[in-house]
């Protein structure tokens, strides 16, 4: 599949996906690998930037997104995504017990960010139907419904990749490689 998504850089991608490039590149300090793949269609690539944007300025601390975003990026078997959000979950000195954890899909010692794992994983797994109750023990720790409906922005921003990534078999940038899960 991966001679159809080819990774592409400034130069390479299609004119409507260099400007975004080069403002990506400028962002980061790197040509990340999933939007070098992803520049294959410019539609793609801004609609996840704008929704990552859009998730960056959700209610959730940093930490709080890494968690909604590992643990997303976990259950959907999303190897590039874990390690990247690893890495992100180490730049906000996230404890590296809670990291690993959230990257294994296993509970986090914390109540909140349990609670929040938990109820991120509940509705990727069930669809967003939840059962009785599940929404008032989300609550019941100090979250608000706003953070419920931002856990639904984080699914759409993280479905976007996690897919996409499978699809294009995209290969785990340099900076990430240490954070890859191990097979």
């Known amino acids: 599949m991966t001679d159809h998504f080819p990774l592409h850089n400034r130069d390479s991608a299609p004119d409507d996906s260099k400007g975004v490039l080069a403002a990506m590149q400028n962002k980061f300090g790197f040509d990340l690998n999933l939007f070098g793949k992803m520049a294959t269609s410019s539609k793609t690539l801004k609609a996840y930037i704008g929704v990552n944007e859009i998730f960056a300025r959700s209610s959730f601390s940093p930490i709080e997104q890494q968690i909604v975003l590992?643990?997303?990026?976990?259950?959907?078997g999303c190897d590039y995504c874990?390690?990247?959000?690893?890495?992100g979950a180490q730049m906000q000195s996230m404890p590296e017990s809670t990291i690993r954890?959230?990257?294994?899909?296993e509970?986090?010692?914390s109540v909140e960010l349990?609670?929040?794992?938990?109820f991120?994983?509940?509705?990727?797994?069930?669809r967003g139907v939840l059962k009785e109750g599940e929404l008032e023990?989300?609550?019941t720790v100090g979250y608000t419904p706003e953070n419920a409906l931002e856990v639904i922005t984080g699914i759409a921003l993280k479905t976007i990749s996690n897919y996409a990534n499978h699809l294009m078999d995209t290969p785990i940038d340099e900076a990430f490689k240490d954070n890859a899960p191990k097979a």
Do not use: C, W
Not at 82 to 87: Q, R
Not at 114 to 118: C, I, T
């Open 107 to 109: 509970p986090i010692v």
């Open 120 to 126: 991120t994983r509940k509705m990727v797994d069930q």
């Open 137 to 139: 023990e989300f609550l």
């Open 82 to 87: 874990v390690a990247a959000h690893t890495t």
């Open 101 to 105: 954890a959230a990257a294994a899909g």
């Open 70 to 76: 590992l643990t997303i990026s976990q259950y959907n």
């Open 114 to 118: 349990e609670a929040l794992r938990q």
